[in-house]
């Protein structure tokens, strides 16, 4: 049975301003990228 993930608007700001963390940490998107695809549970 799958699930499905409801993103409130806040879970939604915070997930953004994660990766942007990530972006400015790692002078790079990649890694941000592949958290983002575990979030989103692909």
């Known amino acids: 049975m799958a699930r499905y ?3 409130t608007q806040r879970a939604q700001k915070e ?3 994660i990766c942007k ?3 400015a940490r ?3 998107i990649i890694y941000s990228k592949k958290l983002n ?3 989103m549970g692909l």
């Open 5 to 7: 993930i409801i993103w």
């Open 26 to 28: 790692n002078s790079s």
């Open 21 to 23: 963390y990530w972006n």
């Open 37 to 39: 695809e575990l979030f």
């Open 15 to 17: 997930r953004i301003e």
